[in-house]
């Protein structure tokens, strides 16, 4: 029972342990269920954060581009139509076709060139469907932008640290699980000896299914007592009865349902057996009487022959009629006989004149005085 005692609370500990680890793996799993968001994993949530933050970055690139283009296109323009009107021309090109020789067309076609085919690239990348999209959208916030990033980058790095930290308590779990289950296989036989033994207990006890009178082990052991208290104390109570009432054990059940040491009388009159409670008072007082010599009998028989010489009766008479006394006393008198001494505690009149060997308590003012009367 020990053994067992200790192993529950040991299974209640592990139990609770592995509660506790669980409850921590769904807050993981919530944890990582935020860190997802609408994507179908932590991975792809940061392949799409990453994505995210590659085009805003190309966007910003292009829109650099762009407008560092477009500020030199600027400037050209305006060094270019500055010379021609200090070198006295209204405009460049009327400078430039009075100037340009073929190396200078040359070489000012091959700006031309390249700056149609930059003006080219950019509005290549101006036409893309990305850069269209993001050329409507206000003016983004690089700050911001940079500020996301950084977020995603640590919700990233948590979201895979929480990750790790599950796998751990998954594998602690697993382990725990799998030494959970050898503990309950080495407590199977010690459950199964401890289901004989409860169940030999309550046999014993009297509070098995199996136990239809829920009699206990002693109850059992002493109802054959019992059986030989009740012939021998038979024997005499026929006597007291004039043959009337005899004295039989009952296993019927009584208070709280259990049974074993039971008492029925068996009444001649009516041959029914009933309850010693259905017995009147001087009934009672005899059976009661008849029980305790039928007790000192088997006694002196199971002790080895030893007697039980003295035997006290106190009071009960007065409940008895003329014809009952007799026979009471007439038993007492061949207890008597058999060298057995019987007092008998009393104050009925009429045993003061059958009995000579007295002694009588007379109360006094000064205090009580006992006083040996006749002899024997």
Request: aromatic residues 2%.
């Amino acid at each position: 029972v020990a053994a067992q005692q200790e192993a529950a609370v040991r299974s209640a500990s592990r139990v609770a342990g592995r509660d506790r680890l669980e409850r921590e793996q769904e807050a993981l799993k919530e944890e990582l269920a935020r860190a997802r968001g609408s994507a179908e994993s932590v991975s792809a949530r940061a392949a799409q954060l990453e994505r995210q933050a590659a085009l805003l970055t190309r966007a910003a690139d292009t829109a650099r581009v762009a407008e560092d283009t477009a500020q030199r296109l600027k400037d050209a323009d305006a060094r270019l139509a500055d010379a021609a009107f200090r070198a006295g021309f209204d405009t460049p090109a009327d400078a430039a076709a009075a100037l340009l020789d073929d190396a200078a067309h040359r070489e000012l076609q091959r700006r031309l060139d390249a700056w149609q085919s930059e003006d080219s690239a950019v509005r290549a990348v101006l036409a893309e469907a990305d850069t269209t999209d993001a050329a409507r959208r206000p003016p983004a916030d690089l700050a911001a932008a940079e500020r996301a990033a950084a977020d995603a980058d640590r919700c990233l790095r948590e979201a895979s640290s929480a990750r790790d930290a599950a796998a751990r308590c998954c594998a602690e779990l697993d382990r725990l699980s799998a030494h959970a289950t050898a503990s309950v296989r080495r407590l199977a036989p010690l459950r199964e000896e401890h289901t004989r033994v409860a169940r030999l207990a309550s046999l014993a006890a009297g509070t098995s299914a199996d136990n239809e009178r829920r009699m206990r082990l002693e109850s059992y052991v002493l109802a054959a007592r019992l059986e030989q208290v009740a012939a021998a104390a038979t024997a005499r109570l026929l006597r007291m009865s004039s043959g009337r009432y005899t004295l039989v054990h009952s296993d019927d059940r009584t208070g709280r349902g259990r049974s074993g040491l039971g008492l029925h009388v068996v009444d001649a009159w009516t041959g029914r057996e009933r309850d010693t409670a259905t017995l009147s008072g001087g009934e009672t007082f005899f059976a009661s009487l008849a029980l305790a010599l039928g007790l000192a009998d088997v006694v002196t028989d199971e002790a080895g022959g030893v007697r039980l010489d003295t035997l006290f009766i106190d009071e009960g008479f007065g409940s008895l009629d003329d014809q009952t006394l007799d026979e009471v006393l007439d038993v007492l008198d061949a207890l008597r006989e058999r060298d057995r001494s019987v007092g008998i505690v009393s104050h009925v009149a009429d045993l003061r004149r059958r009995i000579h060997a007295q002694l009588e308590v007379v109360k006094g003012r000064s205090g009580s005085v006992l006083r040996q009367r006749g002899a024997g």
